[in-house]
C-alpha cells in the first residue's frame, strides 16, 4: 500500500482548554471498556469528559451507523461504505466534537480517522484517498493525540468472541486476513506519525492498562 502525506491538522483547542484524543485499535482489544474507565479517572481530576464513538456520536452520524454495521457482508462496495464513513464523521465532528472542545471538554472516541484508513483504505482504496475525504468532509481534523491500544492475536479474538458471540457486525465478523492487514496498518501509522500516536499495551488487568493510557496523557494534562 502507498504510503500517504499526512497533512491534516489537530484540533485548535488548546486555548480553551478542551482536548481531542482518539483510541485505536483492533477487534477485542478493549477501546469501549478503556474509554469509559479513562473518562472516569479524568472526571475524578474535575475535567468535562464527552464519550463518543465512531461511527456515531451523532444522531445523524448514528443513522450512517446503522447502515454501515448491518446487512450483509456485500452490502457496499469499498468507495461507498468509505463515503458513509466520511459522512459520518463530518457530522460527528461538527455536530459533537467541535462543539465540545469549545467549551473546554475533553472528548474521548471509541475510533475515529484511523480506523477508516486501516478498514478502508486498503484493496481499490488506498490511504492517500481516505485522507483526500476526510479533507473534504472534515477539513482535515485530527485528535490532539491517538492511543493505540495493542493485543496479541490470540486473546484479542478470544475477547472479541467473548464479547460478540455470533452477532459480529458486517466489518467486525471479516477474515482474519484482513484483521491482520488492518493491525499492520495500524502499526504503519504509529510508526509514521509518532508525535500523535503513542502505543499503549492492552493485556494484563483492566486497571493497569486504564494507568497506562493515563500516563500516555500526562504532558496533556493541566
Known amino acids: 500500500m502507498e504510503r500517504a502525506e499526512v497533512v491534516l491538522r489537530v484540533t485548535d483547542a488548546r486555548t480553551t482548554g478542551g482536548r481531542f484524543i482518539s483510541l485505536e485499535g483492533g477487534e477485542g482489544a478493549g477501546k469501549s471498556t478503556q474509554l469509559s474507565a479513562l473518562a472516569a ?39 461507498a461504505e468509505a463515503l458513509l464513513f466520511a459522512a459520518a464523521r463530518a457530522d460527528h465532528v461538527e455536530k459533537t466534537i467541535r462543539p465540545a472542545l469549545e467549551r473546554g471538554a475533553w472528548v474521548l472516541s471509541d475510533r475515529f480517522l484511523d480506523s477508516s484508513r486501516a478498514y478502508q483504505g486498503m484493496g481499490s482504496l488506498t490511504d492517500a484517498d481516505i485522507l483526500a475525504l476526510h479533507r473534504i468532509g472534515s477539513d482535515g481534523f485530527l485528535p490532539d493525540r491517538t492511543l493505540f491500544l495493542t493485543l496479541a492475536e490470540e486473546e484479542a479474538s478470544a475477547r472479541a468472541q467473548s464479547r460478540d458471540g455470533d452477532a459480529a457486525d458486517r466489518i467486525g465478523g471479516r477474515d482474519r ?27 494484563g488487568e483492566a486497571e493497569a492498562v486504564t494507568a497506562r493510557l493515563l500516563h500516555a496523557l500526562q504532558d496533556l494534562l493541566p
Open 41 to 79: 479517572v479524568l472526571r475524578a481530576r474535575g475535567l468535562e469528559v464527552v464519550e463518543t464513538r465512531e461511527p456515531g456520536g451523532s444522531e445523524g452520524a448514528e443513522a450512517i451507523r446503522a447502515l454501515l454495521l448491518t446487512g450483509g457482508a456485500d452490502r457496499w462496495s469499498p468507495r
Open 177 to 203: 486476513d484482513f484483521h491482520r492487514a488492518v493491525s499492520t496498518a495500524f502499526h504503519r501509522f504509529a510508526q509514521q506519525e509518532p508525535a500523535r500516536f503513542l502505543t499503549v499495551d492492552a493485556s
